[in-house]
């Protein structure tokens, strides 16, 4: 039987708080399972080292990191790189955000003239005559 964790309700919560996606594996997958991160790096053909720095919070889920981890556990590689998304996001939004913010300029629209009209090409022309045509042969 796959094990599933509280159903998949971890995003939710995640997206929420903040938590690290490797808390959510140690807590979610590797201590229930049984897993230690020797094996698990072992099995993903990392080095412990990766696992290791995911699991303390101070590694990112990379592309490659969670497609090895959506092959091992039979989940999604989105799975984990939207607990990442979330958790940058959330780390953004309560450091750094409101300075960044604050010197965005949001785009606005130019008004163009409505009375714009195109020139159309002449069709009697010569096509050698035209100066977007390629002379080089």
């Known amino acids: 039987m796959l094990y599933r964790p509280k159903e998949w309700g971890i ?5 929420q708080t ?3 996606p490797g808390v959510l594996l140690l807590e979610e997958f590797l ?12 099995d993903l053909d990392v ?5 290791a720095a ?3 919070g101070n590694r990112a889920v990379t592309a490659d990191t969670a497609m090895r981890l959506a092959t091992y556990f039979d989940t999604k590689p989105e799975l984990w790189l939207k607990l990442q998304a979330a958790y940058d996001i959330a780390q ?3 450091g750094d955000w409101p300075r ?5 300029r949001p785009y606005e629209p130019v008004d163009v003239p409505d009375d714009t009209t195109e020139i159309a090409p ?14 080089a042969f």
């Open 11 to 15: 995003g939710m919560s995640t997206r």
């Open 18 to 20: 903040g938590i690290h």
């Open 31 to 42: 201590k229930p399972l049984g897993i230690s991160q020797n094996r698990l790096a072992r």
């Open 47 to 51: 080095p412990v080292s990766r696992i």
């Open 54 to 56: 995911l699991v303390a």
């Open 92 to 94: 953004l939004r309560d």
């Open 100 to 104: 960044i913010e604050a010197r965005i």
């Open 122 to 135: 002449d069709e009697n022309a010569d096509p050698l005559d035209q100066p977007h045509v390629n002379r």
